[in-house]
């Protein structure tokens, strides 16, 4: 996996699939067992300091210092950040709607979770790093991220997040990386995954059938039933269409339109994978 | 200093009303003074333990020095200084598992080694700071029951002791690196100084106790001018340790 600067890279994938874990490494809370990280030349697991320096996270976890104040607790998390902007900070926390002067403990989810993405993003590191950036938020903030998000990119500062927020991933996101049980299942530019998700069809047919009843090929993978099939299959579209105009189908749709879709067909050949 | 600054908001109640503990403790201790020694066989009569017979006895034959030393380092400081660096030190990491701070803090461009001193100095100063206040202005008290002590005693007794709990402090430091829970940690250091004491009511076994190390004799020896510095050195080598251990473990432990 590669992140170039003004990139932006999303990691997906279900609950235990290691989104969080591998961030976890990238900032030196967890020891990989095995593999290299290397932030900007430099090797983030024997010099995770180092690294660090480059890096601006934002954990998914939003218990935070509730003694502190919101300004202080950013206060607290810039300080150790050399290129870090105090004021760009206040700023954010002044669109994000949060109360500076308010204590951690008194603030929503929501509200936490906002502090943490304006201490990263008023950081000042090349690499931001955001783990579950969109939970909790309303869709207005969501929308300020999102922006916000872009304008760092652009500015060259390259960004990793994981998400189960698949929608905004794939509108804020250039590549995307579907990991499972640790493992990179897919990834690509989430146009190109998209054009993928071509292979995964939904039939509705006009009477009910069992599985053992439906065409079969090698690479195709049947699920649902016994009225709604659907259907991850490979080879030439021509040759699909072909053998399921046999079936009686009231309606068939493929599966190319959304990120929801590739998720659910990815993890469902994996899960039917013995 | 930012470290250093959070860590002190977090604790400095507790240094507070420790300080202001001790000095109440002292401060009714030296008023009680005349009393005591005015009725020092018949309390020897009354107290348990052959090892508490004969701090007593000590103060009956050489007089307010003995009496101050159990009554401010040995029962004071030990006893409340246990207890603040329970309730500060314990939660040093323990706290940042416990409340799942750690991920935020230690994702910090900061290092562990860093933390894990910048806390251990504060907690040390919240700690033998008090010791020290309390110790001098128990010079000018003394005044009002008609004793006086010297500052190099003074000062001395209270370097001796804030090594003793220096040493209480590293300990405290390693058992929160260890911990996933802050009331684990402190109840473990609690039970451990505890157990302690109950040993050196126990003459036979005694010697074996860490508080032999800090009661009447150390500061007679003081007093005489002979203060056991090989004993200090200890406490010091061994809180060395203990933070060597303890930033070894907090290295390579994950969150």
Request: glycine letters at 6%.
């Amino acid at each position: 996996m590669q992140l170039d600067r003004g990139q932006m890279l999303g990691l997906i994938g279900p609950n235990g699939a290691g989104k969080s874990t591998l961030l976890r490494c990238l900032v030196g809370i967890v020891k990989p067992d095995d593999g290299t990280i290397t932030v900007d030349g430099i090797d983030a697991i024997a010099d995770s300091l180092k690294a660090r320096r480059r890096i601006g996270y934002a954990p998914s976890e939003t218990a935070l210092y509730h003694r502190m104040t919101a300004m202080d607790l950013l206060r607290f998390a810039l300080a150790f950040h050399d290129t870090a902007d105090l004021d760009r900070g206040r700023a954010l926390l002044d669109l994000f709607t949060v109360p500076p002067g308010r204590r951690v403990r008194h603030l929503s989810h929501g509200m936490k979770r906002k502090i943490l993405l304006a201490q990263v993003l008023a950081s000042g590191a090349p690499l931001l790093v955001l783990d579950e950036p969109m939970e909790a938020l309303d869709p207005e903030a969501r929308r300020y991220v999102i922006d916000l998000l872009r304008q760092a990119a652009a500015q060259g500062c390259a960004v990793l997040l994981s998400s189960h927020d698949l929608a905004s991933t794939e509108q804020l996101c250039d590549r995307i990386v579907f990991l499972h049980e640790g493992t990179v299942l897919r990834q690509g530019a989430a146009p190109e995954l998209l054009a993928e998700a071509g292979r995964m069809l939904t039939l509705v047919l006009r009477q009910p059938f069992e599985q053992v009843d439906l065409p079969s090929r090698d690479g195709w993978v049947w699920s649902g039933g016994p009225l709604r099939w659907t259907l991850v299959c490979e080879g030439p579209m021509e040759d699909t269409l072909a053998i399921l105009s046999t079936l009686p189908i009231l309606s068939i749709r493929d599966g190319s339109e959304s990120l929801e879709e590739i998720f659910a067909s990815l993890y469902l050949e994996t899960e039917q994978t013995p | 200093m930012m470290l250093l600054r959070q860590y002190f908001r977090d604790i400095w109640w507790i240094a507070l009303g420790y300080l202001l503990i001790l000095e109440a403790a002292m401060i009714a201790a030296i008023m009680f003074w005349p009393q005591f020694r005015d009725n020092v066989p018949a309390i020897a009569k009354v107290v348990p333990f052959q090892a508490l017979q004969d701090l007593i006895s000590q103060m009956h034959q050489a007089g307010f020095w003995p009496y101050f030393a159990v009554q401010h380092w040995f029962k004071g400081c030990s006893l409340f200084g246990v207890a603040a660096i329970a309730f500060m030190g314990s939660g040093i990491i323990a706290r940042e598992a416990d409340q799942r701070t750690a991920e935020f803090l230690l994702s910090r461009p900061i290092s562990r080694r860093r933390v894990l001193l910048s806390r251990f100095f504060v907690l040390s100063m919240a700690t033998i700071v008090p010791v020290y206040l309390t110790s001098i202005t128990a010079i000018w008290i003394s005044v009002n029951v008609e004793e006086f002590m010297g500052w190099g005693d003074i000062l001395l007794a209270a370097t001796y002791m804030s090594c003793f709990l220096l040493m209480l402090c590293g300990l405290c430091t390693l058992l929160s690196t260890m911990s996933t829970n802050q009331f684990r940690a402190g109840t473990i250091l609690i039970g451990f100084v505890l157990a302690n004491f109950a040993i050196y009511l126990v003459q036979s076994i005694d010697t074996f106790s860490l508080f032999k190390t800090i009661d009447i004799w150390a500061f007679m020896q003081i007093h005489a001018g002979e203060p056991p510095w090989s004993l200090g050195a200890i406490f010091v080598a061994v809180t060395a340790v203990e933070l060597i251990l303890a930033d070894w473990i907090f290295r390579r432990r994950t969150f």
